[in-house]
Structures are given as structure tokens and as C-alpha cells.
């Protein structure tokens, strides 16, 4: 029988999606699932964007510009400029979501064998996107005891090689819901310039930051035009995730130039979501004020609800709307997996990300989990309630 290959073999599974099938048996057996694994936000999508669609008289659903519609790149450099970000349309392809952005940029910016450094514990996926383009993971370890903050700069030192490509970057970041400083973003930005490296920052979670704190870019640091790339999405930022809208933004002629390549291999990105993506730039600002004021509340309402629970260790974030949880246990993947299996309270029970595969260090994260904070609050007490329960009888 033909085999598949020792790249597919590589390919990681999704931390997130591989518990998929118990979730959906239990359901099967009429337990209630709340799902704390995965960021789906259950806010609305904004009502702009839907109507642009709904009320769109389109006759011929015809492609689109590779590098997303003129008129929509126009307006994200628009948006951009509102946060201190100065860009032009042409530093700008639109993607079939963030994920497509990262992989044309990894794909753009290197080549076999060579090396990219990531802080973990990060966003699963990138180890995919990684092996997909035959790439190694250098990942350099933040703690939970330091709330996750960027390591020391002399730690990443140690690690750069002639292999060595782009440092990337998740801020703020999934999983942990760090935030980074601007000192931190600066340092970075110093190092990437001093080794001639790229800094790759995935800002899909930019608007989502909270305790008065701003989000940085790397873009908004002055002599970054070479170096820097942001992986941006309007999956979280408008909770539209079903969009698949992302983009690329470099002031790299050279990067955007080789990534339009890709892109042009793919065709275009879709155009009903696009319009959706455009409208929803104008949506107000009262929107984002309510959903931060709403996740704020979420996160104080979680950290104190697990701060509750003995053996647990618990980072605060600062952004997105995740948080990790180190648990009083050994393998977090078999008590995910129990808590779907063999466990209900009331008819509920909740299932958890597993947080080993957002780490690329073997043996690290075994007991811990990521919880996604989109759940209303009343569920979300609920849920951490059924955990603490949940945890007591898997002791026993």
C-alpha cells in the first residue's frame, strides 16, 4: 500500500481538536458540554458586517485581487494608522485567515532546516505551519511563576544559529493571555536588528488588552521596516472566525513581493468575507469598549473562582482571553479526556485544552490546560465549579 509522507507523519495534532470525538460522544449520552477549550468567542459579530453581506447585490461571484480588494487594503492601512501603525495598502495581502498569513510569511521568509524561535508555551498551530514548511522550532521557555513575561534577551541570544531566521512572537498572546511591555517589544525589536533576524508578531488579539494597559506593535518601533511582519485576523477582533480573513503587513518590499507568490498560488482570498471584513471596520468604538469591559469582567470572575481551588496554580492576563492553569495532577491529557469520558455533574461537564501541545518541549505543560474565557458568566462559574468537583474525584 502507498505511504503518506514523513512530513504528514510529522505533522502535529491540534491540543484543541483532538478531543473532539469524546466531546462529541458524551453529548451523544446527554451530558452538556462547556467548552472552555477553544477560542470561539460568543460575542456577536457586529451587525455592519453581517447586513453588508446580506444586503449585497453581487451577480457574478467572481474572484478577487490576490492581495485582497483594493478598497479594503486601503481602509486596513486606514485602521492601522489609527493605532500608530504606519502602513500603506500595498504593505498589505489579505489571506484566508491569520493562519494563511503566517504560513505565506514562513514560507516567504525561509527556507528548509533553518530555525525560528518562539517563547512557549505558544499558539499550537505554529508547529504546524512550521513542519508544513520543513522549518525547526526553537522554542524558549517563559514560566508560569513569571506570569509568563518575555524571557531574558541574553536567553535568546544563546540560541541564535546561522540557521536562524525570524524570532515570532504571539501578542497578546494564546495561550497564556500575556501582554508584553513596550520595554519588552523593544528589546526584541533591538535584537532582530542587531543579528539581522525578521520579527514576526502575530496581533490578532490587539484590541483585546486589559488594567489600562496598550498593546505595542513592532511596526510602531522606528527602524523596523526591515525586520518586521505582523500576522493579523478578523476572527477574534470582530468574532467573526467563520470569515477565514486575515493578512500580512510588512514595510519589506522584498517579503510582501515573494509572499504575493504564494498567494497568487492559492488564487484569491473569498469575497463575500471580504466584504464582511471591510464593513466591520466600521464598526464603532462603544463595541470594543463593551467586549473588553465583558472579558475583563469574565477573567476577574475566573482567577478568583480558580484562585479558590487548592493545588491550582493560575497565570493572570493581561489580553486575549485565555489563561493557563497548572493542576494538582500528572498528565492533564488523560484528565481532559476522563472529564468527557467518565465524568458529569448534574448532567455537565466541561472540557479543557490540554496545554503539552502548545509547548514545543517535551515533557513540559503535562499539568497544565489552557481555559478560553468565552463562556457567559454564569456558565463560566458553573464550569470552573464542575472542575473543582471534577478534580476531587479524579484524586479518588
Known sequence: MPS??????SMPESPIRKLVPFAEAAKK?????????????????????????KNNTIEVLAY?????????????????A??????????????????????????SIADAD??????????????GFATGSGLKVVPIISRIEDNFALPAIEAFEKLITPKTKAILI??????????????EIKKLCAIVKKYDLFLIADEVYREFTYDGVAHYSILQEEGMEAHGIIVDSVSKRYSMCGARIGCLVSKNKAVVKTAMKFAQARLSPPTYAQIASEAALETPQKYFDDVKTEYVSRRNLLIEALEE???????????????????PIADADNFAQWLLEDFSLNGETVMVAP??????????????????????????????????????????
Open 4 to 9: 503518506v509522507s514523513k512530513k504528514g507523519l
Open 29 to 53: 449520552r446527554g451530558t452538556k458540554v462547556l467548552h472552555l477549550n477553544i477560542g470561539q468567542p460568543d460575542i456577536k459579530t457586529p451587525k455592519i458586517a453581517l447586513d453588508a453581506v
Open 64 to 80: 478577487s485581487r490576490t492581495e485582497g480588494s483594493e478598497t479594503y487594503r486601503e481602509k486596513l492601512a486606514a485602521y492601522y
Open 82 to 107: 489609527k493605532n500608530s501603525i504606519p502602513v500603506a495598502a500595498d504593505d498589505i495581502i489579505v489571506t484566508t485567515g491569520g493562519s494563511e498569513a503566517l504560513s505565506f510569511v514562513l514560507g
Open 114 to 127: 533553518d530555525e525560528i524561535i518562539i517563547p512557549e508555551p505558544f499558539y499550537a498551530n505554529y508547529n
Open 170 to 183: 504571539c501578542n497578546p498572546g494564546n495561550p497564556t493571555g500575556y501582554l508584553y511591555s513596550k520595554e
Open 309 to 327: 481551588i487548592d493545588g491550582i496554580k493560575v497565570a493572570k492576563p493581561q489580553g486575549a482571553f485565555y489563561c493557563i492553569v497548572e493542576l
Open 355 to 396: 496545554a503539552a501541545g502548545f509547548y514545543a518541549t517535551k515533557g513540559l505543560g503535562k499539568n497544565q490546560v489552557r481555559i478560553a474565557y468565552v463562556l457567559e458568566k454564569e456558565s463560566l462559574k458553573r464550569a470552573v465549579y464542575i472542575l473543582k468537583e471534577a478534580l476531587k474525584s479524579y484524586k479518588e
